[in-house]
């Protein structure tokens, strides 16, 4: 495929982004007040060289712009709404409090269009996040309204680079049109997935790092569908933190699995100048390369990969594990079932948890929680997938620990999703400690969308 001057340009200015570590800490001098000032409206996003894309950008952009934000730090953002349809933000994977969760209706009520909402909070936790919408999600993620949100440590971390990769798998044809984001025969399945992958907007791109120098690089994957099996053939790579949640001593990166929603963190030492190698999605696609540049360190190459940087743990609570109360949730397939009459018209249920599948609400329904624990507490879930495939189950408002699964083993760390495979149970710990309404769902927005959500209030 030929490729235009347009995105030439585009592509040798993403690439330089892409590895230059920098960024800022405050608004436009326009917006006092404000640490970032963001917007939702259709744009036209360059994703293949014949015709431009018809999306909905963070500030008319994508990639979105990657906020910033400082550990233990407040952190204010202004939103503005300039869709045709009502929004919100939601800051996945974010401890913060339940009025800034951006869940319509369960925790703010929607934005309409020409509106704004200022989000305003202190992160507790330092790692790799993102923000998305969550009103119509197949179509306001679908279309393009995703973004990275990194929060850093309070001390500076030994990496030379500090690189954020945001994988979408868009659903376009040929000519670069938006097609079909979601289809009842694979929402009752896989999912409906996307024909052309990206990584920051742009099509296997080539990364530059410094040869000889540590890298730190952060895989966030903010598909609808797709769970990508991630792993560098030829590098020594170590998994540093998972879904912003340090891991307690790295480990080597061989084969990772990571769901919709889902984020991990690796660190590396570049190879020597000129030497290029690849991140892959199994076994036969590359999604991006790595090329070795010149270095004022090139000559240290044969830097000690066994002292591999360990991140500093977030602080989040310990759960007792011993006396935890225990929940069961069950994800089970529905689309045997006999259609109902709002099936007939085009609203499909085929997913249930606990035998409810999620049936949506308003400002004068909410639906019953899934369940209601106690501030303070420590709770386990056990979660079973009776089901054939993959459901990365994720919880607001809360970090939780993986303590055990019936088809892998488990060296328990602390997350906020878990990769729930075909016919497998696990289980997870976590102190229930920040009140409110917390949605619990699958991350995969078919599944999403077609009953797989509900969620757990915190009293």
């Known amino acids: 495929m030929s490729i235009s001057r347009r995105q030439f340009i585009k592509s040798t200015m993403a690439s330089t982004l892409m590895s230059h570590f920098s960024f800022r800490l405050w608004a436009d001098d326009t917006s006092p007040g404000y640490d970032y000032v963001l ?43 300039k869709l045709n349809e009502p929004t919100t933000i939601h800051w996945h994977g974010l401890r913060i409090p339940i009025a800034m969760d951006g869940v319509p209706f369960l925790s703010q009520p929607p934005i309409p269009p020409g509106d704004s909402f200022i989000y305003e909070f202190t992160p507790p936790d330092a790692g790799t996040f993102w923000y998305h919408p969550h009103m119509n999600s197949t179509e306001q993620l679908g279309r393009g309204l995703v973004g990275a949100f990194i929060v850093h440590e309070r001390q500076a971390q030994p990496f030379a680079e500090d690189i954020t990769c945001l994988l979408k798998n868009w659903h376009i044809d040929k000519k670069g049109q938006i097609k079909r984001l979601s289809i009842p025969r694979y929402a009752a ?35 609808n569908t797709l769970t990508y099996r991630l792993h560098i053939p030829n590098a020594q790579a170590h998994i540093l933190a998972i879904d912003g949640c340090p891991l307690t001593t790295p480990r080597p ?6 769901g919709p929603g889902m984020r991990i963190d ?8 000129g030497s290029t190698w690849a991140v892959w999605h199994g076994e036969h696609y590359p999604l991006l390369s790595l090329e070795s540049i010149v270095s004022t360190k ?9 002292n591999v940087p360990s991140l500093p743990m977030n602080p989040i609570p310990q759960p007792d594990v011993e006396n935890a109360e225990k929940i069961s949730f069950v994800f089970e397939w529905a689309g045997a079932l006999t259609p109902t009459a709002q099936q007939k018209k085009g609203k499909h249920t085929f997913w249930m948890i606990n035998k409810r599948a999620w049936e949506g ?10 369940a209601t624990l ?3 507490k420590s709770y386990i879930f056990i979660l079973k997938n009776i089901t054939q495939y993959h459901h990365p189950i994720h919880l607001h408002g809360h970090s939780f620990t993986v303590l055990k699964s019936d088809k892998r083993k488990i060296i328990p760390y602390q997350t906020d999703t878990v990769l729930l495979g075909k016919n497998e149970s696990a289980q997870i710990a976590f102190v229930a400690d920040n009140p409110g309404r917390w949605m ?11 009953g797989l959500m509900g969620y757990i209030t915190v009293t």
Do not use: Y
């Open 253 to 258: 990166l061989t084969e990772h699995a990571m």
């Open 361 to 370: 609400m308003s400002a004068d329904n909410i639906p019953a929680p899934l």
């Open 266 to 273: 690796l660190g590396f030492i570049a190879p020597s100048k």
């Open 440 to 450: 619990f769902h699958c991350h995969v927005i078919d599944h999403m969308k077609t």
């Open 298 to 306: 090139d000559q240290q190459i044969q830097a000690d990969q066994s």
């Open 374 to 376: 106690k501030r303070g």
């Open 39 to 81: 917007t939702a409206e259709p744009t036209e996003v360059d994703l293949i060289a014949e015709a431009p894309t018809a999306a909905w950008g963070f500030n008319g952009q994508f990639p979105a712009p990657v906020l910033h934000a400082q550990q233990g730090q407040p952190i204010r953002i202004k939103f503005i709404n």
């Open 189 to 223: 399945r896989m999912g409906t997935p996307g024909r052309w992958p990206t990584i920051n907007g742009l099509h296997q791109p080539v990364l530059k790092v410094p040869a000889g120098e540590w890298v730190r690089l952060r895989l966030l994957n903010a598909d």
